[in-house]
């Protein structure tokens, strides 16, 4: 457990230290051992220092929770997070048993994340494998950069945070307040060499002195939840656990605390153990019916095209698929109804939740792990949005150019179109500026050579809204039927170009 730090907050954690059998060793390593961890590829590769139970796990911990009044800095918030019973959505499906959600926004970066992050980055310094001034590298989704960079910024770590485009606004303001270097890439699979992992460990081997602690495959993030999370639930529900549920995104939170409450618990149920649609985590494989390119994944945080090291799928009894839909609706009733400030993973876990718990008979307790605060336009309706028109380029802008009128029009991306008004793919700074760097496109080169060909498609498509608003909102009781000349602008080259054609008006 934390030394020092923890103690001073949490009380000893007496026998914390969990080692792990190390392949290269015949002995059991400390729980801090890293050696071999920063050279490997990238997942599903195994690690050759896996966590795996040993004789001497689980460790013998008693908690005592006595917080200072005064904390020396923002790191010892981090954890003892409450455990908040959960009342009017409980009653509304009609479960007769307990049902808590364990609020990790209340961490001091905002999600559970922190627990890891603080926790790699203190088994690595134990290992001499960081120091102060060192750079560290992450790919995320964002939550867990934004508990890297919280750590970094108290401990003197450069940050460089490497996220996929879809994630929100609202992590990418958090982590650059909190100084961390941002890199956003498309969403593409694992190993496609634009996704956030493979750039991230292509930046590796580019910056002097950087390290990955890898999240996906760093056994400090299952052991920070077995030796911290895992015995706060059972410190505050008296060891009367009947069934756990929560997401499952580097598989670290379920990993370490499902563990944990095997151990205490033999009895407690792992279920309804969270898995989106367009993911293939979820075990049997025949749930994962619905490929990624049939659904859409808007929920941040959960699910993968691979399967992480850290996630050990043994301990999990039952998978629960869940949707956009289901999250996003749940998540909004915990706000209105329950005042949880959640965000769309924690609506996805509850979601599984009230279904799994009700096979649970009165005095049993079902205990939901929650993760992100929430975004802010969920409480908006899409139609009051103040929307402006989308900015498009036309494929023959050259690179300069368009990353002036990106930056100038404060977008990180943006469509690019034939003059036929035919979507040709997307093209994002990134992109362009990195394409210029390695050699491969030149400032003058059309935006054509950097576009992203591969994008998804949406029920109603960009153009087709232009035209419905073209066809259907201007003049309809004089113009329907009549031919008239329909004018486009489109910005490119720094300058409006006109395009104009003859279109038919249509009933």
Same mark, same amino acid.
């Given at each position: 457990?934390?030394?020092?730090?923890?103690?001073?907050?949490?009380?000893?954690?007496? $026998?914390?230290?969990?080692?792990?059998?190390?392949?290269?060793?015949?002995? *059991?390593?400390?729980?801090?051992?890293?050696?071999?961890? @920063?050279?490997?590829?990238? *997942?599903?590769?195994?690690?050759? !220092?896996?966590?795996?139970?040993?004789?001497?796990?689980?460790?013998?911990?008693?908690?005592?929770?006595?917080?200072?009044?005064?904390?020396?800095?923002? +790191?010892?918030?981090?954890?003892?997070?409450?455990?908040?019973?959960?009342?009017?959505?409980?009653?509304?499906?009609?479960?007769? !048993?307990?049902?808590?959600?364990?609020?990790?926004?209340?961490?001091?970066?905002?999600?559970?994340?922190?627990?890891?992050? /603080?926790?790699?980055?203190?088994?690595?310094?134990?290992?001499?494998?960081?120091?102060?001034?060192?750079?560290?590298? #992450?790919?995320?989704?964002?939550?867990?950069?934004?508990?890297?960079?919280?750590?970094?910024?108290?401990?003197?770590?450069?940050?460089?945070?490497?996220?996929?485009?879809?994630?929100?606004?609202?992590?990418?303001?958090?982590?650059?307040?909190? $100084?961390?270097?941002?890199?956003?890439?498309?969403?593409?699979?694992?190993?496609?060499?634009?996704?956030?992992?493979?750039?991230?460990? &292509? +930046?590796?081997?580019?910056?002097?002195?950087?390290?990955?602690?890898?999240?996906?495959?760093?056994?400090?993030?299952?052991?920070?939840?077995?030796? %911290?999370?895992?015995?706060?639930?059972?410190?505050?529900?008296?060891?009367?656990?009947?069934? @756990?549920?929560?997401?499952?995104?580097?598989?670290?939170?379920?990993?370490?605390?499902?563990?944990?409450? &095997?151990?205490?618990?033999?009895? !407690?149920?792992?279920?309804?153990?969270?898995?989106?649609?367009?993911?293939?985590?979820?075990?049997?494989?025949?749930?994962?019916?619905?490929?990624?390119?049939?659904?859409?994944?808007?929920?941040?945080?959960?699910?993968?095209?691979?399967? *992480? %090291?850290?996630?050990?799928?043994?301990?999990?009894?039952?998978?629960? &698929?869940?949707?956009?839909?289901?999250? @996003?609706?749940?998540?909004?009733?915990?706000?209105?109804?329950?005042? /949880?400030?959640?965000?769309?993973?924690?609506?996805?876990?509850?979601?599984?939740?009230? &279904?799994?718990?009700?096979?649970?008979?009165?005095?049993?307790?079902?205990?939901?792990? @929650?993760?992100?605060?929430?975004?802010?336009?969920?409480?908006?309706?899409?139609?009051?949005?103040?929307?402006?028109?989308?900015?498009?380029?036309?494929?023959?802008?050259? !690179?300069?150019?368009?990353?002036?009128?990106?930056? #100038?029009?404060?977008?990180?991306?943006?469509? =690019?179109?034939?003059?036929?008004?035919?979507?040709?793919?997307?093209?994002?700074?990134?992109?362009?500026?990195?394409?210029?760097?390695?050699? =491969?496109?030149?400032?003058?080169?059309?935006?054509?050579?950097?576009?992203?060909?591969?994008?998804?498609?949406?029920?109603?498509?960009?153009?087709?809204?232009?035209?419905?608003?073209?066809?259907?909102?201007?003049?309809?009781?004089?113009?329907?039927?009549?031919?008239?000349?329909?004018?486009?602008?489109?910005?490119?080259?720094? #300058?409006?170009?006109?395009?104009?054609?003859?279109?038919?008006?249509?009933?």
């Amino acid at each position: 457990g934390h030394q020092g730090r923890a103690q001073a907050r949490r009380g000893k954690l007496e $026998g914390a230290g969990v080692p792990h059998k190390c392949k290269q060793h015949s002995a *059991p390593a400390p729980s801090g051992h890293l050696h071999c961890r @920063f050279s490997l590829p990238v *997942p599903p590769a195994p690690s050759c !220092c896996n966590s795996t139970i040993t004789s001497s796990w689980p460790a013998k911990a008693t908690l005592i929770f006595a917080e200072p009044k005064i904390l020396s800095n923002v +790191l010892e918030k981090i954890g003892h997070t409450p455990l908040i019973r959960v009342n009017k959505i409980s009653k509304a499906y009609g479960l007769k !048993c307990e049902l808590l959600a364990k609020c990790e926004y209340f961490n001091a970066g905002g999600s559970v994340k922190d627990r890891i992050t /603080l926790r790699m980055i203190e088994d690595a310094e134990k290992a001499g494998i960081i120091k102060p001034g060192d750079t560290l590298i #992450e790919p995320t989704s964002g939550n867990t950069g934004i508990g890297l960079a919280l750590v970094a910024a108290i401990k003197g770590y450069r940050c460089v945070i490497v996220m996929p485009e879809k994630m929100s606004m609202e992590k990418v303001d958090i982590l650059r307040a909190l $100084g961390a270097e941002i890199i956003r890439t498309p969403c593409a699979k694992f190993d496609d060499p634009e996704s956030n992992v493979r750039v991230a460990w &292509k +930046l590796k081997n580019e910056y002097p002195n950087s390290h990955i602690l890898d999240q996906y495959r760093n056994p400090s993030n299952p052991l920070a939840h077995y030796d %911290t999370t895992a015995e706060e639930l059972l410190e505050q529900c008296d060891g009367k656990i009947d069934m @756990f549920v929560a997401g499952a995104g580097t598989g670290g939170t379920i990993t370490g605390v499902a563990r944990k409450l &095997k151990e205490k618990c033999p009895a !407690c149920k792992v279920r309804g153990s969270v898995d989106p649609e367009g993911s293939i985590v979820a075990l049997p494989s025949s749930l994962n019916t619905i490929s990624a390119k049939d659904t859409t994944m808007e929920v941040e945080g959960i699910g993968h095209d691979f399967i *992480p %090291t850290v996630l050990d799928r043994s301990v999990i009894d039952q998978w629960c &698929k869940s949707n956009d839909k289901e999250s @996003f609706l749940m998540a909004r009733r915990l706000i209105n109804e329950e005042g /949880l400030l959640c965000g769309g993973s924690a609506g996805s876990a509850m979601s599984a939740a009230v &279904k799994a718990a009700k096979q649970l008979k009165e005095g049993q307790r079902c205990v939901n792990g @929650f993760s992100f605060l929430y975004d802010a336009w969920w409480s908006i309706k899409v139609q009051k949005l103040n929307l402006a028109a989308p900015l498009i380029l036309l494929s023959d802008v050259n !690179c300069q150019k368009a990353v002036e009128i990106l930056q #100038e029009k404060s977008c990180n991306q943006a469509p =690019v179109v034939a003059e036929s008004g035919v979507i040709l793919g997307i093209v994002t700074i990134t992109n362009i500026l990195s394409s210029i760097l390695a050699g =491969v496109t030149q400032f003058s080169d059309p935006i054509i050579k950097v576009t992203y060909q591969q994008f998804s498609k949406v029920m109603m498509y960009f153009l087709d809204f232009l035209k419905f608003h073209l066809y259907f909102c201007d003049n309809l009781d004089t113009h329907l039927h009549q031919e008239r000349e329909e004018t486009t602008h489109l910005q490119a080259q720094g #300058e409006t170009r006109v395009i104009t054609r003859q279109r038919a008006k249509q009933n």
